[in-house]
């Protein structure tokens, strides 16, 4: 039978949710409850039921401990709405729903426990059949029963049958069910009990409630406190953290704050006891263990993108009979079911959440509530599931084309080269040889920071010595990426010598092309990055390249106008300070001048130069004297620029500077400076 308000269908979707959420295991935050089957000296009830039959199996029920019981009501922290559920409670039989892991049973043992100073109460296990169940007569205050599998089974003829002795024995009964969309009004129109609504409690009341219960010194708990940092709430207690985690870092604040332990510290230690518990808890469930590890490199990311990488990683793991067999690859069983189980089910189960920016037209983000616990996976994954580390590079090398997406897989890559020592380098071969866009950066990412690592250094550098002469252009073009500063952590120096290896590699051959490319960026981007020392001897290495033939001449006519673009003050203030930085700019200003492909970039920037001179209230001594030095080197290039000039339309900047350069230039004699 089902209500008129409900359709057959929309019952079905309710009891498979219900059935759906037995094998979740909910933890009170605030103290520990007798679910299984009681041994030892503690009490098992086996009732009869009313119509005296005999039951089917045993009543599995056990009183919940005393001392327990007390921890949980001292840190108990109201949730929303409290007093207008305790009021609903007297009605005998209850239902209690909420999203699990927000502290629900915890709620539910401070509604019965509710006004009386000792009271007694009862775990039913949720697979008992309340039809045939039956309270004490006395002695009991309350009785919990906790995910019955099918609450639709109930009638509520069956419930009236509970009401009375119940009320006779001055107790109540409470159930708790796992929220679902339409399963409130659907429990009323079918039980006509009422159902009430847990909603999770502030989890920074929460934490001060459980660190005052653990620290009773006040002025013990402000230092705590106060050793723990300004970013306490944002980073330790975000603002939807369940209950049961916010318990968990006011223990570990309490533990590690003997001599006052910081945030992140703290962090660090609540995620060395998540990460290994989430990992192994995965390992048995193929689709919570994609989401995993997808989380551990893109969390924070759109959702989409963790969902996306997640699919991928299932996905490549069950692609083709070649690959090892499931009994070795975890990840292989049920790559099919990732669309089959709610997004909030596998986060809630991984410590995660899903968030919106508020005021912002941004896309919802996904990420643990402690992101430590990111970090601390591939910790785990390397020293005790080395089974998956194959697999996970191949499904690293195609993530997205985003910058964002590219530098977390690049971490990641990273993250297993130096917790194996550089054992896993061997896989970045076939990496960086992917397919895929996104593979040759992602290989880069992982050998600028493996070669700064000491455990993965070595392995490091002979990747890099070995890839910078090597015939494929993808580990060629991996080198150049890696020399960036925003890839690695080369000094200038091996950098630079990395560059001048790769440069004498080219051909004129089409692949090279990609690897020239990638070598000019990456002298361009450590300049443009650097402070001035390093500008320095970037424009002293072109200065030598220069002077050489072939590639390394060319290359550096092509990267010199766009150092000298980025940034025309910091040119300036060498000139005019540096006499032998003010030689090297007129060498290489020339130098890319002669050449027919790089002088329209070099004569645009001299232009731009020329413009800001003429809005300036002074003459621009650093551009006439880096001008009257291309004039005493008398190079092609630069005349041509000057006849340019002379000949262009009256709007072009630098006519007139130009004019008295080229009457110096046709009289072999130096210009004078403006005064």
């Known amino acids: 039978m089902t209500s008129d308000g409900l359709r057959a269908d929309e ?208 002025d013990r708990r402000s230092c705590l406190l106060r050793s723990l940092g300004p970013g306490l709430f944002d980073e330790l207690l975000p603002v939807e953290l369940p209950p049961r985690p916010a318990a968990q870092a006011a223990e570990a604040v309490a533990r590690l704050g003997t001599g006052g332990a910081s945030c992140a510290e703290v962090l660090r230690a609540l995620a060395r006891a998540e990460a290994p518990e989430l990992v192994g808890r995965a390992r048995e469930d193929p689709v919570l263990l994609a989401h995993l590890l997808s989380l551990s490199v893109y969390g924070g990311l759109d959702h989409g993108v963790v969902m996306e990488r997640a699919a ?55 990420s643990f509530f402690w992101p430590a616990v990111g970090d601390v996976v591939w910790e785990v994954l390397c020293r005790d599931h080395t089974d998956l580390l194959p697999v996970l590079h191949p499904w690293l090398a195609g993530t997205g084309d985003e910058p964002d997406q590219i530098g977390r897989a690049g971490q990641a890559v990273a993250a297993m080269a130096v917790a194996t020592g550089g054992r896993t380098l061997e896989f970045l071969r076939p990496l960086a040889l992917a397919p895929w866009p996104s593979a040759v950066d992602v290989a880069a990412r992982c050998l600028g920071t493996a070669v700064h690592d000491l455990p993965a250094a070595a392995k490091a550098d002979d990747l890099l010595e070995q890839w910078s002469a090597a015939p494929e252009a993808a580990l060629r073009t991996a080198v150049a990426y890696a020399c960036r500063s925003d890839r690695g952590r080369f000094t200038d120096g091996q950098a630079l010598r990395l560059l001048h290896r790769l440069m004498e590699t080219l051909s004129r051959d089409a692949d090279d092309v990609a690897v020239a490319a990638a070598v000019a960026e990456a002298l361009v981007q450590r300049f443009a990055a650097g402070d001035t020392r390093t500008r320095g001897t970037v424009l002293g290495r072109l200065r030598d390249w220069a002077g050489s033939d072939g590639v390394p001449a060319r290359l550096t006519a092509l990267t010199f106008p766009a150092m000298a673009g980025k940034d025309l003050a910091w040119c300036r203030g060498q000139i005019l300070n540096d006499a ?62 000057l006849l340019a000039v002379e000949r262009g339309p009256d709007a072009m900047p630098g006519k007139e500077l130009a004019a008295r350069l080229l009457t110096a230039w046709r009289s072999k004699a130096p210009a004078t400076p403006t005064d």
């Open 312 to 366: 991928d990683l299932l996905a490549l793991a069950g692609a083709g009979p070649e690959q090892e067999p499931a009994t070795r690859s975890p990840l292989r069983r049920q790559a099919t079911t990732i669309g089959r189980r709610p997004m909030s089910e596998i986060l809630r189960a991984l410590g995660a959440h899903r968030t919106r920016q508020p005021g912002t037209d941004a896309t919802d983000t996904v």
């Open 11 to 218: 019952l079905d979707s309710l009891v498979a949710a219900l059935a759906a959420g037995r094998d979740m295991v909910v933890v009170a935050p605030n103290g520990t409850v007798n679910t299984g089957l009681v041994t030892g000296d503690q009490r098992q009830v086996v009732s009869a039921s009313a119509d005296g039959a005999t039951p089917a199996g045993p009543m599995r029920q056990g009183p919940v401990r005393a001392k327990d019981l007390k921890a949980a009501r001292r840190r108990f922290v109201p949730p929303p709405g409290f007093e207008d559920v305790l009021a609903v409670l007297d009605s005998g039989v209850s239902v209690l729903l909420g999203a699990p892991g927000t502290g629900r049973e915890t709620h539910a043992l401070n509604l019965l426990a509710h006004g009386r100073d000792e009271p007694a109460l009862v775990q039913v296990d949720g697979a008992v059949d309340l039809t045939r169940w039956a309270p004490r007569p006395r002695g009991i205050h309350g009785y919990l029963v906790m995910e019955p599998p099918d609450p639709f089974a109930l009638r509520p003829w069956d419930l009236s049958r509970l009401e009375a002795p119940l009320a006779e024995a001055g107790a109540r009964l409470l159930i708790v069910l796992a929220d679902a969309p339409g399963l409130a009004t659907a429990l009323e129109d079918h039980l006509g009990t009422p159902v009430l609504r847990h909603l999770p409690p502030d989890p920074r009341k929460v934490f001060a409630a459980h660190l005052a219960d653990l620290c009773l010194d006040e």
């Open 580 to 641: 032998g930085t003010a030689s090297g700019m007129v060498q290489l200003t020339g130098h890319a001048l002669d050449e027919s492909t790089t002088y329209p970039s070099m004569r645009d920037v001299l232009l731009a130069w020329c413009r800001e001179a003429e809005g300036a209230s002074r003459p621009d001594q650093a551009l006439e004297e880096l001008l009257m030095g291309l004039v005493a080197a008398r190079q092609p290039g630069f005349l041509r620029w």
